[in-house]
């Protein structure tokens, strides 16, 4: 049995720290009980795990213990301050593990299965509400996901723990312009739907039952008036006064649950 890793300047803590800030582009950062417990669902590829002695005091973790020395022969026991020099949460959960970067190009968006029920995330800056988007969308239903040049990474540890895990299963393609994602749907006859406050026709009012896309726009201000025209058409989510404007993720839930209803959701 290896020793504990009790030194935050060892090399793999140092380069778990790296994989959380962003500076290992192959590597995802996974951390907590519930997020390991998706990424080996979801057969995340794992490079290395580093866990404190706690983890194994419960059922659900000595389980979770079990499954990841199966799961990848990296795996290490720190001192809970070596964890918490590498956790991104204030209250560290007792496990991180560094996980292969799922593929998220425009082939994993073309091979998603069923009629095209796709989110165009444009210029999110939040990784939370990114993440929640994420959630959102599978939740309802959506095929798939693309998050535009210039967005935060949906696969960053903030966004990792806002998805729950949703962005290991959802198909996602990264880092195309919004013009790009526009072309290609018009290229396979997916209708672009944008929102906007002052559009004349309600979510409810389209028929969402054919291939549709759904482009939000940045938290702060949402789709410029230009990128909304660069749509196929606009709607409205109709709101009593004085609100005029509803968080990202909510909006989102709010289209993609009636393009749910119209299409003869159920849950699974």
């Keep these: 049995m290896r020793e504990a890793i009790t030194s935050r300047k060892n090399p793999l803590v140092q380069r778990a720290r790296a994989t959380r800030d962003g500076r290992e582009r192959g590597l995802v ?104 988007m994420l959630r959102v969308a599978e939740a309802a239903g959506a095929t798939a996901v693309v998050v535009t040049q210039g967005s935060t990474d949906p696969l960053s540890a903030k966004a990792l723990r806002g998805s729950m895990g949703s962005a290991f299963r959802l198909p996602l393609w990264t880092g195309p312009t919004l013009v790009e994602a ?9 209708s672009t739907v944008a929102s906007a406050a002052e559009a004349p ?20 201000g949402g789709l410029s008036e230009e990128e909304s025209r660069a749509a196929d058409e606009c709607v409205r989510i109709p709101m009593r006064e004085p609100v005029e404007s509803l968080n990202v993720a909510v909006a989102l839930a709010v289209v993609l649950y009636e393009a749910a209803r119209q299409r003869g959701f159920r849950p699974s």
């Design 29 to 132: 950062f996974v951390e907590g009980v519930r997020l390991c417990e998706e990424a080996l669902r979801a057969g995340l590829g794992l490079e290395l795990v580093l866990y404190a002695r706690g983890l194994a005091q419960d059922a659900r973790g000595e389980e979770l213990l079990e499954s990841l020395r199966e799961a990848c022969p990296a795996l290490y026991l720190v001192g809970e301050d070596v964890l918490e020099s590498v956790s991104d949460t204030k209250t560290p959960q007792g496990v991180v593990a560094l996980g292969r970067r799922p593929e998220t190009g425009r082939g994993v968006v073309e091979r998603a299965a069923g009629v095209p029920l796709l989110v165009v995330i444009h210029e999110a800056n939040n990784p939370s509400n990114a993440g929640a």
């Design 182 to 190: 526009l072309r290609w749907c018009e290229e396979r006859g997916i």
């Design 201 to 220: 026709t309600a979510h409810t009012e389209i028929d969402w039952t054919q291939p549709r896309a759904v482009v939000v726009g940045p938290e702060a």
